[in-house]
């Protein structure tokens, strides 16, 4: 059984960072394309930062050069790093895994940012 958990979340103020994790079990971690999405309140879900199997790297342009994913194959952990964070970054962060479009979620960790 897939399980993805992800941790890291919390408030913090404009111009913080955090770093989110995501621990997987249940798959062949390796072969799995990992990204990070993120919902806020009334808006659709949307693409933050992907890492593929062999360690393609897309952001969206609202993070570039702020967030930074990365994965660490021995511990079946992808990270996302959220520097420079700004009130339009609030949301739930999801971590999601993509095997040949065979899709799982994690149950989101909630980041705010606000002074």
């Known amino acids: 059984q897939v399980q993805l958990v992800e941790s890291g979340g919390g408030l913090v103020q404009p111009g913080g960072s955090l770093r989110l994790s995501c621990a997987a079990s249940g798959i062949t971690f390796i072969r799995y394309d990992m990204g990070w999405y993120r919902q806020a309140p009334g808006k659709q879900r949307e693409l933050v930062a992907v890492i593929s199997s062999v360690g393609r790297i897309d952001y969206a342009d609202s993070v570039k050069g702020r967030f930074t994913i990365s994965r660490d194959d021995t511990k079946s952990t992808v990270y996302l790093h959220m520097n420079s964070l700004k009130p339009e970054d609030t949301a739930v962060y999801y971590c999601?895994?993509?095997?040949?479009?065979?899709?799982?979620w994690g149950q989101g960790t909630q980041v705010t940012v606000s002074s």
């Open positions: 999601n895994a993509d095997f040949r479009r065979r899709v799982s």
